[in-house]
């Protein structure tokens, strides 16, 4: 837990110890500020949710106006300074990096084993890339501005169009299919929610090139081995699966113009965040009969594959895709986790086939992760198309599960040798001593000017597996104590034997 107290109500105001001269880079911090420091908490571990130094939970205030300095003080240019992040953004203490490099270890250990390569996009894209015309939500929340040089550019609020932009810079040069994955920070200016902050890491994997429903049981395959290695069982969590196939063939029953698919696809997203009256009205107002809405709403109402194939019929392409699905499930080992639901449609346009999302089963948290085919993204970029589908994992609420199952690690600090000299003088030969050992690979923390006592002490905050004491007598002698800490063993060893 954190060594700071939890203040309420107050106004804690930081002010630097001396007087800042006046100099060039001064008026960085002209601007008097404030935070309030029951936002600023370090937590352990247990309980972090990789987020410690957000301001995600408190209210936006006005800034109090700066306190002026007398004239002549030659304070004029001393100011205060806000020591939070951004609203809706995270700073990453070392407690709360220890588990984001835990959990990005997960990520790249799972697309590992499925023979993923790496890909990596800037954060800055082309506005051009995400403004698209179907309504979606994500089009609000975009942080966009022009740059210098006047483009519209954009803090990219996904990762799936910078992944279809690099398919087609790459063109021929690659060979299909491709199953890539990254591990990339998005934007997004939204309301934020537990598990929901203006920026978050997502893991993105992708198959391109695969029209066959084999690339989406890979996908979901991938999803169930990341919760099960990090202990979350069939029982926490389930994996809703569908397909925008499902939507188009009732479209069809009701002959609904396939131009208004994509629109109606991100109105029913909102099935569940909002009233099954204002989804209707919605509908109603897009240019969908009356009669269409009641059967888009029956249909998406259905949890049963049998009863879908009732209404919609066995030569239904999504129903055949459906079924294919669930039963290389079953061949996989995973069928225990999905169910099928008509109501998952996903909120973005560019999704054509089966889509899925995971949910924790308690219904505490928002989606898990989601997906789906997009086979016409592509074109849309003035490419031809080619058959791709994916899925973003972010890294918030995972982490809000694991707390809340009691799954996140205990990942202190972890250092191999601590190296120390007894004496001042020998401060020389104690750096040698580090840089002997750091040459082959250990972890060295080099201290000085410290009581023997408070070194032990630091050994064991930082979880240390040996003390190496460089003292006079044993130098003399080609030689250094080590303590093993963790047996209490002590010992002499030759400086050129240490290992």
Same mark, same amino acid.
């Given at each position: 837990?954190?060594?700071?107290?939890?203040?309420?109500?107050?106004?804690?105001?930081?002010?630097?110890?001396?007087?800042?001269?006046?100099?060039?880079?001064?008026?960085?911090?002209?601007?008097?500020?404030?935070?309030?420091?029951?936002? #600023?908490?370090?937590?352990?571990?247990?309980?972090?949710?990789?987020?410690?130094?957000?301001?995600?939970?408190?209210?936006?205030?006005?800034?109090?106006?700066? #306190?002026?300095?007398?004239?002549?003080?030659?304070?004029?240019?001393?100011?205060?300074?806000?020591?939070?992040?951004?609203?809706?953004?995270?700073?990453?203490?070392?407690?709360?990096?220890?588990?984001?490099?835990?959990?990005?270890?997960?990520?790249?250990?799972?697309?590992?084993?499925?023979?993923?390569?790496?890909?990596?996009?800037?954060?800055?894209?082309?506005?051009?890339?995400?403004?698209?015309?179907?309504?979606?939500?994500?089009?609000?929340?975009?942080?966009?501005?022009?740059?210098?040089?006047?483009?519209?550019?954009?803090?990219?609020?996904?990762?799936?169009?910078?992944?279809?932009?690099?398919?087609?810079?790459?063109?021929?040069?690659?060979?299909?299919?491709?199953?890539?994955?990254?591990?990339?920070?998005?934007?997004?200016?939204?309301?934020?929610?537990?598990?929901?902050?203006?920026?978050?890491?997502?893991?993105?994997?992708?198959?391109?090139?695969?029209?066959?429903?084999?690339?989406?049981?890979?996908?979901?395959?991938?999803?169930?081995?990341?919760?099960?290695?990090?202990?979350?069982?069939?029982?926490?969590?389930?994996?809703? #699966?569908?397909?925008?196939?499902?939507?188009?063939?009732?479209?069809?029953?009701?002959?609904?113009?396939?131009?208004?698919?994509?629109?109606?696809?991100?109105?029913?997203?909102?099935?569940?965040?909002?009233?099954?009256?204002?989804?209707?009205?919605?509908?109603?107002?897009?240019?969908?009969?009356?009669?269409?809405?009641?059967?888009?709403?029956?249909?998406?109402?259905?949890?049963?594959?049998?009863?879908?194939?009732?209404?919609?019929?066995?030569?239904?392409?999504?129903?055949?895709?459906?079924?294919?699905?669930?039963?290389?499930?079953?061949?996989?080992?995973?069928?225990?986790?999905?169910?099928?639901?008509?109501?998952?449609?996903?909120?973005?346009?560019?999704?054509?086939?089966?889509?899925?999302?995971?949910?924790?089963?308690?219904?505490?948290?928002?989606?898990?992760?989601?997906?789906?085919?997009?086979?016409?993204?592509?074109?849309?970029?003035?490419?031809?198309?080619?058959?791709?589908?994916?899925?973003?994992?972010?890294?918030?609420?995972?982490?809000?599960?694991?707390?809340?199952?009691?799954?996140?690690?205990?990942?202190?600090?972890?250092?191999?040798?601590?190296?120390?000299?007894?004496?001042?003088?020998?401060?020389?030969?104690?750096?040698?001593?580090?840089?002997?050992?750091?040459?082959?690979?250990?972890?060295?923390?080099?201290?000085?000017?410290?009581?023997?006592?408070?070194?032990?002490?630091?050994?064991?905050?930082?979880?240390?597996?040996?003390?190496?004491?460089?003292?006079?007598?044993?130098?003399?002698?080609?030689?250094?104590?080590?303590?093993?800490?963790?047996?209490?063993?002590?010992?002499?060893?030759?400086?050129?034997?240490?290992?």
């Amino acid at each position: 837990m954190s060594a700071f107290p939890v203040l309420h109500h107050h106004l804690l105001f930081l002010r630097p110890r001396l007087h800042l001269s006046l100099r060039p880079f001064s008026p960085r911090l002209r601007r008097p500020v404030f935070f309030s420091a029951a936002s #600023v908490q370090c937590s352990s571990a247990s309980s972090s949710s990789s987020s410690t130094a957000s301001r995600d939970d408190i209210d936006e205030v006005a800034e109090p106006p700066g #306190v002026p300095s007398p004239p002549g003080s030659g304070r004029e240019t001393q100011q205060l300074i806000d020591v939070n992040p951004p609203r809706g953004t995270r700073d990453f203490p070392p407690e709360d990096m220890r588990l984001r490099n835990w959990l990005f270890q997960q990520f790249r250990e799972v697309s590992r084993i499925l023979s993923f390569e790496e890909v990596d996009f800037p954060v800055l894209e082309s506005e051009a890339l995400f403004i698209r015309k179907a309504g979606e939500e994500i089009t609000q929340q975009l942080y966009n501005f022009e740059d210098k040089g006047g483009r519209r550019v954009v803090l990219r609020p996904e990762i799936t169009p910078s992944l279809a932009r690099l398919v087609i810079k790459q063109g021929k040069s690659v060979s299909l299919p491709l199953k890539w994955f990254t591990i990339g920070q998005c934007w997004r200016y939204e309301r934020m929610t537990r598990g929901r902050r203006r920026e978050h890491y997502q893991w993105n994997m992708d198959i391109i090139g695969v029209p066959r429903v084999r690339a989406e049981a890979e996908l979901v395959n991938a999803i169930v081995l990341l919760f099960e290695r990090l202990g979350i069982t069939s029982s926490d969590v389930g994996i809703r #699966v569908s397909s925008r196939k499902v939507l188009q063939a009732v479209l069809q029953m009701y002959a609904i113009p396939e131009r208004l698919f994509a629109e109606v696809c991100v109105i029913v997203d909102k099935l569940g965040k909002i009233t099954n009256e204002e989804v209707e009205k919605e509908l109603i107002i897009a240019g969908v009969t009356s009669e269409a809405v009641k059967g888009i709403v029956e249909v998406l109402s259905l949890t049963s594959l049998d009863k879908l194939e009732a209404v919609l019929g066995s030569d239904v392409e999504a129903i055949a895709d459906l079924k294919k699905l669930f039963s290389l499930a079953e061949h996989y080992g995973y069928s225990q986790w999905i169910t099928f639901d008509a109501s998952i449609v996903r909120g973005l346009a560019y999704y054509t086939g089966i889509v899925f999302e995971a949910f924790d089963r308690e219904g505490k948290l928002r989606a898990i992760c989601g997906g789906g085919r997009y086979d016409r993204l592509l074109s849309t970029f003035g490419s031809d198309d080619i058959p791709a589908c994916g899925f973003g994992f972010g890294d918030a609420v995972i982490v809000e599960l694991l707390k809340e199952k009691g799954l996140l690690p205990d990942l202190g600090r972890q250092v191999d040798d601590i190296v120390f000299p007894l004496d001042e003088e020998l401060e020389g030969q104690a750096s040698m001593v580090a840089s002997t050992l750091r040459r082959k690979g250990h972890s060295v923390d080099l201290v000085e000017e410290k009581r023997l006592k408070w070194v032990f002490k630091h050994a064991e905050r930082v979880n240390a597996s040996r003390l190496i004491l460089v003292g006079n007598s044993e130098w003399q002698r080609g030689m250094v104590r080590v303590k093993v800490l963790s047996t209490r063993e002590e010992y002499e060893t030759k400086i050129d034997e240490l290992n």
